[in-house]
């Protein structure tokens, strides 16, 4: 996992269209070249974390069975 975050700008980031209107409890997520970064939307000043491009595929296919 990749825990440097500075690659993504703060226009990169985005949620997802079936947050809420209100856009509680959702992360936000930006796609860089290098990686696949994350973040909670409830307070962008916490770390993100990136997950590099090959891992990607096996990040999302573990949150979805969680």
Do not use: N
Request: some cysteine.
């Amino acid at each position: 996992m990749i825990t440097d975050d500075a690659c993504a700008t703060e226009d990169d980031w985005f949620k997802s269209g079936y947050s809420s209107a209100q856009g509680d409890d959702c992360v936000e997520v930006a796609v860089t070249e290098q990686a696949v970064h994350v973040r909670d939307s409830k307070d962008v000043s916490r770390p993100a974390f990136a997950v590099g491009r090959e891992g990607r595929g096996r990040f999302l296919r573990h949150v979805v069975r969680e």
